[in-house]
T-cell receptor, first 113, second 111 residues
Protein backbone atom coordinates (compact mmCIF):
# COMPACT_ATOMS: atom_id res chain seq x y z
CA UNK A 1 0.00 0.00 0.00
CA UNK A 2 1.49 3.34 -1.09
CA UNK A 3 1.25 6.23 1.36
CA UNK A 4 0.59 9.90 0.62
CA UNK A 5 3.38 11.49 -1.37
CA UNK A 6 4.02 15.14 -2.14
CA UNK A 7 6.27 16.95 -4.58
CA UNK A 8 8.46 18.84 -4.59
CA UNK A 9 9.98 18.49 -1.13
CA UNK A 10 11.30 22.03 -1.05
CA UNK A 11 10.68 25.06 -3.24
CA UNK A 12 11.94 28.63 -3.33
CA UNK A 13 9.99 31.32 -5.15
CA UNK A 14 9.93 35.11 -5.25
CA UNK A 15 7.06 37.44 -4.48
CA UNK A 16 4.49 37.67 -7.26
CA UNK A 17 5.33 34.29 -8.77
CA UNK A 18 2.97 31.34 -9.06
CA UNK A 19 3.52 27.85 -7.65
CA UNK A 20 1.97 24.40 -8.12
CA UNK A 21 2.30 21.72 -5.46
CA UNK A 22 1.34 18.10 -6.06
CA UNK A 23 -0.08 15.33 -3.93
CA UNK A 24 -0.66 11.65 -4.64
CA UNK A 25 -3.32 10.04 -2.48
CA UNK A 26 -2.94 6.83 -0.58
CA UNK A 27 -4.22 3.90 -2.63
CA UNK A 28 -8.02 3.63 -2.43
CA UNK A 29 -8.58 7.14 -1.07
CA UNK A 30 -10.94 9.51 -2.92
CA UNK A 31 -10.62 12.66 -0.80
CA UNK A 32 -7.73 15.11 -0.48
CA UNK A 33 -7.42 17.97 1.99
CA UNK A 34 -4.75 20.67 1.88
CA UNK A 35 -3.31 22.49 4.89
CA UNK A 36 -0.88 25.35 5.41
CA UNK A 37 1.44 25.09 8.41
CA UNK A 38 3.39 28.23 9.25
CA UNK A 39 6.48 27.89 11.43
CA UNK A 40 5.54 27.20 15.04
CA UNK A 41 1.84 26.86 14.26
CA UNK A 42 -0.63 24.06 13.76
CA UNK A 43 -1.87 23.19 10.27
CA UNK A 44 -4.63 25.43 8.86
CA UNK A 45 -7.27 23.99 6.55
CA UNK A 46 -7.15 25.42 3.02
CA UNK A 47 -9.69 23.28 1.17
CA UNK A 48 -10.82 19.74 0.50
CA UNK A 49 -11.60 17.88 -2.73
CA UNK A 50 -13.93 14.89 -2.87
CA UNK A 51 -14.32 13.04 -6.17
CA UNK A 52 -12.88 15.98 -8.12
CA UNK A 53 -15.18 18.61 -6.57
CA UNK A 54 -14.27 21.20 -3.91
CA UNK A 55 -15.97 20.08 -0.71
CA UNK A 56 -15.18 22.89 1.70
CA UNK A 57 -12.80 25.81 2.03
CA UNK A 58 -11.03 27.57 4.86
CA UNK A 59 -10.25 31.28 5.21
CA UNK A 60 -7.85 31.56 2.28
CA UNK A 61 -8.09 34.04 -0.61
CA UNK A 62 -9.07 32.96 -4.14
CA UNK A 63 -5.43 33.03 -5.26
CA UNK A 64 -5.25 29.64 -3.51
CA UNK A 65 -6.88 27.16 -5.86
CA UNK A 66 -6.86 23.44 -6.37
CA UNK A 67 -7.66 20.54 -8.59
CA UNK A 68 -8.33 16.87 -8.10
CA UNK A 69 -7.81 14.46 -10.95
CA UNK A 70 -9.70 11.25 -11.85
CA UNK A 71 -6.98 9.17 -10.15
CA UNK A 72 -7.64 11.31 -7.00
CA UNK A 73 -4.24 12.96 -7.03
CA UNK A 74 -4.39 16.69 -6.43
CA UNK A 75 -2.70 20.01 -7.06
CA UNK A 76 -2.56 23.17 -4.99
CA UNK A 77 -1.93 26.35 -6.95
CA UNK A 78 -1.00 29.66 -5.40
CA UNK A 79 -0.89 32.80 -7.52
CA UNK A 80 0.74 36.16 -6.77
CA UNK A 81 2.88 34.73 -3.98
CA UNK A 82 3.37 36.81 -0.85
CA UNK A 83 6.06 36.54 1.79
CA UNK A 84 3.50 35.21 4.30
CA UNK A 85 2.82 32.25 2.02
CA UNK A 86 6.11 30.77 3.21
CA UNK A 87 5.06 27.61 5.05
CA UNK A 88 4.89 23.83 5.01
CA UNK A 89 2.02 22.73 2.79
CA UNK A 90 0.51 19.41 3.79
CA UNK A 91 -1.96 17.26 1.98
CA UNK A 92 -3.96 14.51 3.58
CA UNK A 93 -5.95 11.81 1.86
CA UNK A 94 -8.89 9.81 3.16
CA UNK A 95 -11.71 7.56 2.05
CA UNK A 96 -14.65 9.91 2.30
CA UNK A 97 -14.34 13.19 4.16
CA UNK A 98 -14.27 11.91 7.73
CA UNK A 99 -11.39 13.83 9.33
CA UNK A 100 -10.31 10.99 11.60
CA UNK A 101 -9.35 8.85 8.62
CA UNK A 102 -6.95 11.35 7.05
CA UNK A 103 -3.36 10.31 6.35
CA UNK A 104 -0.91 13.15 5.91
CA UNK A 105 1.95 13.40 3.47
CA UNK A 106 5.38 14.74 4.47
CA UNK A 107 4.64 18.19 3.07
CA UNK A 108 6.24 20.68 0.69
CA UNK A 109 8.32 23.43 2.27
CA UNK A 110 7.70 26.67 0.32
CA UNK A 111 9.92 29.68 0.87
CA UNK A 112 8.91 33.00 -0.70
CA UNK A 113 11.66 35.60 -0.97
CA UNK B 1 -14.03 30.45 13.85
CA UNK B 2 -13.26 27.88 16.47
CA UNK B 3 -9.82 27.97 18.05
CA UNK B 4 -8.03 25.34 20.07
CA UNK B 5 -5.70 26.37 22.88
CA UNK B 6 -3.00 23.90 23.82
CA UNK B 7 -0.88 23.93 26.94
CA UNK B 8 1.85 23.81 27.79
CA UNK B 9 3.53 25.25 24.71
CA UNK B 10 6.64 23.17 25.38
CA UNK B 11 7.87 20.59 27.89
CA UNK B 12 11.32 19.38 28.85
CA UNK B 13 11.27 16.10 30.76
CA UNK B 14 13.52 13.23 31.77
CA UNK B 15 13.17 9.82 30.23
CA UNK B 16 10.78 7.71 32.28
CA UNK B 17 8.63 10.61 33.46
CA UNK B 18 4.93 10.88 32.74
CA UNK B 19 3.60 13.75 30.62
CA UNK B 20 0.26 15.54 30.59
CA UNK B 21 -0.97 18.10 28.09
CA UNK B 22 -4.35 19.56 27.36
CA UNK B 23 -6.43 21.32 24.78
CA UNK B 24 -9.36 23.67 25.33
CA UNK B 25 -11.89 25.36 23.11
CA UNK B 26 -14.52 28.05 23.53
CA UNK B 27 -16.83 25.91 21.38
CA UNK B 28 -18.10 22.37 21.63
CA UNK B 29 -16.40 19.65 19.61
CA UNK B 30 -18.00 16.30 18.80
CA UNK B 31 -14.71 14.65 17.97
CA UNK B 32 -11.24 15.19 19.42
CA UNK B 33 -8.10 14.00 17.64
CA UNK B 34 -4.53 13.88 18.89
CA UNK B 35 -1.63 13.91 16.43
CA UNK B 36 2.16 13.72 16.69
CA UNK B 37 4.43 15.43 14.17
CA UNK B 38 8.11 14.58 13.80
CA UNK B 39 10.52 16.97 12.06
CA UNK B 40 10.15 16.84 8.28
CA UNK B 41 7.01 14.72 8.48
CA UNK B 42 3.28 15.22 8.39
CA UNK B 43 1.13 14.70 11.51
CA UNK B 44 0.28 11.13 12.44
CA UNK B 45 -2.98 10.33 14.21
CA UNK B 46 -2.43 8.89 17.69
CA UNK B 47 -5.89 8.74 19.23
CA UNK B 48 -9.44 9.66 18.19
CA UNK B 49 -12.20 10.40 20.71
CA UNK B 50 -15.89 10.47 19.83
CA UNK B 51 -17.89 10.68 23.04
CA UNK B 52 -17.91 13.04 26.04
CA UNK B 53 -16.16 11.40 28.97
CA UNK B 54 -14.50 8.79 26.77
CA UNK B 55 -11.08 7.56 27.87
CA UNK B 56 -9.01 5.83 25.18
CA UNK B 57 -5.54 4.31 25.30
CA UNK B 58 -2.98 3.53 22.63
CA UNK B 59 0.00 1.85 24.26
CA UNK B 60 1.56 4.32 26.69
CA UNK B 61 -0.76 7.09 25.48
CA UNK B 62 -4.12 7.83 27.09
CA UNK B 63 -6.50 10.56 25.99
CA UNK B 64 -9.78 11.78 27.42
CA UNK B 65 -12.73 13.63 25.89
CA UNK B 66 -13.80 16.24 28.46
CA UNK B 67 -17.37 16.00 29.71
CA UNK B 68 -18.07 19.62 28.73
CA UNK B 69 -16.97 18.69 25.17
CA UNK B 70 -14.77 21.79 25.25
CA UNK B 71 -11.54 20.12 26.30
CA UNK B 72 -9.38 17.07 25.93
CA UNK B 73 -6.29 15.69 27.64
CA UNK B 74 -3.38 13.55 26.49
CA UNK B 75 -1.14 11.65 28.88
CA UNK B 76 2.06 9.80 28.02
CA UNK B 77 3.39 7.39 30.60
CA UNK B 78 7.04 6.38 31.09
CA UNK B 79 8.34 8.65 28.32
CA UNK B 80 11.12 7.46 26.02
CA UNK B 81 13.39 9.43 23.65
CA UNK B 82 11.27 8.60 20.59
CA UNK B 83 8.33 10.46 22.16
CA UNK B 84 10.10 13.69 21.16
CA UNK B 85 8.03 15.72 18.74
CA UNK B 86 5.14 18.13 18.54
CA UNK B 87 1.72 17.00 19.73
CA UNK B 88 -1.38 18.59 18.25
CA UNK B 89 -5.01 18.39 19.22
CA UNK B 90 -7.57 18.84 16.47
CA UNK B 91 -11.26 18.61 15.82
CA UNK B 92 -13.73 19.08 12.97
CA UNK B 93 -15.13 22.62 12.99
CA UNK B 94 -18.88 22.64 13.34
CA UNK B 95 -18.94 18.94 12.58
CA UNK B 96 -17.72 19.69 9.06
CA UNK B 97 -14.83 18.37 7.03
CA UNK B 98 -12.73 21.37 8.11
CA UNK B 99 -10.20 20.18 10.69
CA UNK B 100 -9.05 22.80 13.22
CA UNK B 101 -5.68 22.32 14.94
CA UNK B 102 -4.15 23.73 18.09
CA UNK B 103 -0.69 25.31 18.02
CA UNK B 104 0.94 22.24 19.47
CA UNK B 105 2.93 21.14 22.51
CA UNK B 106 6.61 20.55 21.81
CA UNK B 107 7.98 17.67 23.86
CA UNK B 108 11.68 17.17 24.57
CA UNK B 109 12.80 14.03 26.41
CA UNK B 110 16.26 14.00 27.95
CA UNK B 111 17.82 10.51 28.12
Amino acid sequence: ETGVTQSPTHLIKTRGQQVTLRCSSQSGHNTVSWYQQALGQGPQFIFQYYREEENGRGNFPPRFSGLQFPNYSSELNVNALELDDSALYLCASSLGYSPDTQYFGPGTRLTVL
Amino acid sequence: GQQLNQSPQSMFIQEGEDVSMNCTSSSIFNTWLWYKQDPGEGPVLLIALYKAGELTSNGRLTAQFGITRKDSFLNISASIPSDVGIYFCAGPQGGSEKLVFGKGTKLTVNP
